[in-house]
């Protein structure tokens, strides 16, 4: 079946420091969203991709789909304490299922 | 707050016994996925319904069953409870948008 494969499992960084999680599935995937989840709270929905090589900012939060649509990225330039919280990508399958599947996540500690 | 809500917030119980977790999805959403997130799995789907058709299904293990009633409320049933049950169990249901999934606050349950 698929697999989503998600590292680091965690990161520590001081407070201004840049943070990248990575993501890879075993198969081409039609979408990929990202969603995080702080302590002690639920995952929120973040951003879906859809197309190949699509890149999408949010502020300080960059997301990247791969040309193969076979991995994602996050990347969170200069942390702050606010974003703390584990984050998860999760792809659907390309003409299966949409039902995603979720990586194990990254968890991410800033140090102030 | 997703709009969805989900009850109890935390159960405890012990070895054997059966308990019900109830979802109510946000206002107009159809679809509703329960998961279950313990530390050493991560999220794991566990079974979707739409409109009160049963989806797809996932890890979800034959003491487990689900339904979704007509006003789309959903409730998930662990019977014959095992220690390695305990866990959070989220409920979502999806955006008319992109799929994306909105989070209940989960329900903790332990399970002595």
């Known amino acids: 079946g698929q697999q989503v494969m998600q590292i680091p499992q965690y990161q520590h960084v001081q407070e201004g420091e840049d943070f990248t999680t990575y993501c890879n599935s075993s198969?081409?995937?039609?979408?990929i969203q990202w969603y995080k989840q702080r302590p002690g709270g639920h995952p929120v929905f973040l951003i879906q991709?859809?197309?190949?090589?699509e890149v999408k900012k949010q502020k300080r939060l960059t997301f990247q789909f791969g040309e193969a649509k076979k991995n994602s990225s996050l990347h969170i330039t200069a942390t702050q304490t606010t974003d703390v919280g584990t984050y998860f990508c999760a792809g659907s399958a390309s003409g299966g299922s949409y039902i995603p599947t979720f990586g194990r996540g990254t968890s991410l500690i800033v140090h102030p | 707050d997703s709009g969805v809500t989900q009850t109890p917030k935390h159960l405890i119980t012990a070895t054997g016994q059966r308990v019900t977790l109830r979802c109510s999805p946000r206002?107009?959403?159809?679809?509703v996925y329960w998961y279950q997130q313990s530390l050493d799995q991560g999220l794991q789907f566990l079974i979707q319904y739409y409109n009160g058709e049963e989806r797809a299904k996932g890890n979800i293990l034959e003491r487990f069953s689900a339904q979704q009633f007509p006003d789309l409320h959903s409730e998930l049933n662990l019977s014959s409870l095992e220690l390695g049950d305990s866990a959070l169990y989220f409920c979502?249901?999806?955006?008319?948008?992109?799929?994306?999934?909105?989070f209940g606050p989960g329900t903790r349950l332990t399970v002595l």
């Open positions: 198969t081409t995937l039609s979408n």
């Open positions: 206002s107009g959403d159809l679809s």
């Open positions: 979502a249901s999806s955006g008319q948008v992109f799929n994306e999934q909105f």
């Open positions: 991709l859809v197309k190949s090589g």
